[in-house]
């Protein structure tokens, strides 16, 4: 059958089963060991046995800086297990967002090309261990003019597709007959590769400052560590550019409707936005003066990233390009009606949501309609309590 | 003298009633340990969230209890349903409910019988207005029920069942259905692998049964250069085959004018557009060209718009009318099936899809008295109170005012309408 041992796929492919065991530095083993040592023991040897190890390293961080997707060659040894790792632990130790998103954007594409070259059965071998069950029959499928060589089950397609956002992998757009997803190998090799992407992606809980700390101790990484942290100053990636209480938390930011908020929030921590979520913040900035610059902005931290298609979705929503026609602002009905209104939550809710405003003459609050509406409404509130804060002060 | 009495009083006595006697059979609900529940009552306006019950007896107890005028579960799953809190609840997973209401359709009949009516003035609208033009009162709508609406959220539940499901290898003997007690149906899935989604993954569900982001590459756009649609053939898989089968069959059951519009007249398909493809011999020409499997199709005298116009109404009449937010929403509140509907009086009645088939919405689900010998007395409080079916016999129009003598059945429904009380 397969040519291919546990062994030589996990060296291809470490985030396998078993590659954690051949190196993991994140998995700190012994609660007794001095980390600091164990870490020393562990790198020191790579670092000896490897000379090139540093520089290999370095030119990860500093293409994908550079938004390469190319340049590195991966091998299929041990060395490839340990650089994998090591690439997830600086991530981790930095939790820079969009050095994250650089990294794994490049790694994955890197995977994607090796994905593409690997034999069908292989593939197949491949796709289960990563929990997409995909199969490869001997009598492929004609569809039109197309022989299709696999099949995935919808159940197994649906959640790999939707953490990629390109339209043509979404259900609707893709050859479903009974249950089954025919698909091309090419198409595997891209569904795989959004699996790599989750793979790089540090691990949120062990983040910060104190493995970073550690890493610094370490007598092989600590020149490496300093070589990345002035590629990021060079390319101004600072963290905090991207931090929310940064670069929201000025005037504009406490204008914000909760349900803004909270989605602004959830990119800034890196998590992925559902589409709606997408829809309502580019809609949003669409309509309150924002520049395409500034929205695309606030999607650079998310995981799945990808320019072109940020770029390209920003100004579909401001009618650039494409249809050329400009949508309005979602009504908080509608953002009602998607559960994504968030007037009630404890942390971002907000009275004028929960119960409306006084217009004038009005004796009752009357409900807002729009998010824009809350702008309005918060700007009056501000002004007025400022206005009130000067009489106390006089 | 005047009464003050609340005017659902009566009605909510025979709630009370009704349920005692439902308690007795009551269907089974799957998990209910696992279900939040909520309760609209009759003198509150809010609904009592978070209520959770470890086993049958205790919630029947319940609704017995408080005969509330709705009751709702949870799709969702949760370890500690009862939690006020949605964070602490635990979720495990949400039954996929899709939700055929006619309420979302277009349809002719809703322009007859439904009304929006000021609470003020007695001022009847047919337009969905918010507020009244001649005294700015609130409007209550007044929405109603006949054949014709309920026959259509059925055909589109058919339709799922028969042309969506199979696609994500769901089969019809798998599936839970409800009649929602109105105007239309709920269908759970409850598959595994449908249960863990999230709000992302369900979305292409959705998407796909509502033709929504259907981009496929090239296809489906004319070709200035050959003067020719790029379509599709039957024998392509997914929504590219739906089309052409679809389109195939259309043109195989109507060659006429007046046949199609029997069928799809309340859509607007283009009059010339009509005409070509159901009142000339190029209907042939086209149908020949399916059936030889042509994906470029080709009619004369039919150019770029023409294309984008047919296009549209085959996605029109391929996709599913379904409540989308329902779907999508993995926190939903549903009807409890075996619940008195308190806009209607009528049960939310379990089927499978065959009993389904021959359900009669305006019969079957009937629980209160059609005993000719036990009527009750209503009088008739809205401007305008339609004609209704209940079993064989029509009920009204009626006039405000009128005192009338009625069946149970026929009264709780008037009631539960809104639009008569019970004296
Ligand atoms: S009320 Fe409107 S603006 Fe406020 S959170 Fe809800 S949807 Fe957003
Ligand atoms: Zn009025
Ligand atoms: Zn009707």
Redesign the interface.
Known sequence: MSNYNAYSLVYKYPWLEGGREIFDPTSVSNEDEDPIEYYNQLFTKYFESYPDFHDKLLQVFSLALDKKESGIILTGDEINVILFYTVKTILTAFDNRVMENHVSNLISKLYHQRLLEETEQNLEVLCRKMNFECHFEKKQMQ??NVLYPCWV???NY??T??LLKD??Y???????????V?LLKDNVARLLQEVVRRQIVPDRQKSGGELMDLLKKITHLSPLIDDITKLIEKKKLTQTQYESTNVYENVDYALYPPCIKYILNKATNGVNL???ERLHIAFFYANTNHTVEETVDVFRTLPDFDEKLARYHVEFSRGIGGKGKKYRIYSCAKVK???MCKALDKEYGDIICAQGVFRKGEVRRIPIKTPKDFVFWKNVEIKRKLREDKVQKK | MISLKDPTFELRKKFILKYTELVKSFPLIDKIQNREFAFLFWDKDYMVRHRGFSNPQLFLSELKGVAPRHAYLSAALYNSPADKIMSNKGWMGCDFVVDIDSDHMDLSCQKKHDFYICVECDYVSKENITKCPKCEGLIRKQLWLCDECLQASKNEVIKLVDDFL?????IKDNIILNFSGHRGYHIHLR?E??RA?N???R???V??MT???????DFFMYKQNIGSFLG??I??????GRIANNFLKILNKHDSIESFDLEFGHLDLDAKIKHILFGTDKREHIRNQLLNKN?YWTIRDVGKIGWEKIKKFLLTISKCDIDV?VS??T?RLIRVQGSIHGKTGFIVKPLDYYEMINFNPLSDPIVFSMDQKKLVKMEITTPKCPEIRIQAEYYGPYTKGEKIDLPEAVGVFLACKGVAILL
């Open positions: 569809i039109g089950d919808v159940k649906v959640p597709a939707s339209s043509a979404q259900l609707i757009n893709r050859n479903v007959i009974n249950g089954r025919y559902t589409h709606s009606s998607i559960d | 199979p696609d994500f290898g769901i598959e692998f449908i989604m709000s992302e993954e979305r292409q569900i998407d796909y033709a929504t982001n259907f981009e496929p590459d599709s053939t024998d392509d898989a997914g929504w590219k994906k937010p999508i929403d926190h």
